[in-house]
């Protein structure tokens, strides 16, 4: 079946950088577009970033865009998200998701805590 692992999470300072990868299995990886969503505490799901599954095309959220970066290493089966200036406000639980206009599985998502 579909699995999402996503890792790379933790305590960041302002101004810092993290790095999320999502381990990807049960499907043809190659062939999805892959995104990234968060939710923040008491706040909806925000989508942050999406990358087609040729890599050729990246989609960003504009409180993200300048800042983040997502990417894919097709041959890993993995997908990532350089997070670079990170601000308080990038605080929440970050989601791998399969697809990039329709949801087809998210992983268990990865706390991001961005605090001084």
């Known amino acids: 079946q579909v699995q999402l692992v996503e890792s790379g999470g933790g305590l960041a300072q302002p101004g810092g950088s993290l790095r999320l990868s999502c381990a990807a299995s049960?499907?043809?990886?190659?062939?999805?577009?892959m995104s990234w969503a968060r939710q923040a505490p008491g706040k909806g799901l925000e989508w942050v970033s999406s990358i087609d599954n040729d890599v050729s095309v990246t989609y960003y959220a504009d409180s993200v865009k300048g800042r983040f970066t997502i990417s894919r290493d097709n041959a890993k089966n993995t997908v990532y998200l350089q997070m670079n200036s990170l601000k308080p406000e990038d605080t929440a639980l970050y989601y791998c998701?399969?697809?990039?206009?329709?949801?087809?599985?998210w992983g268990q998502g990865t706390q991001v805590t961005v605090s001084s």
């Open positions: 049960g499907f043809t990886f190659s062939s999805y577009g």
């Open positions: 998701i399969r697809g990039r206009v329709t949801i087809m599985g």
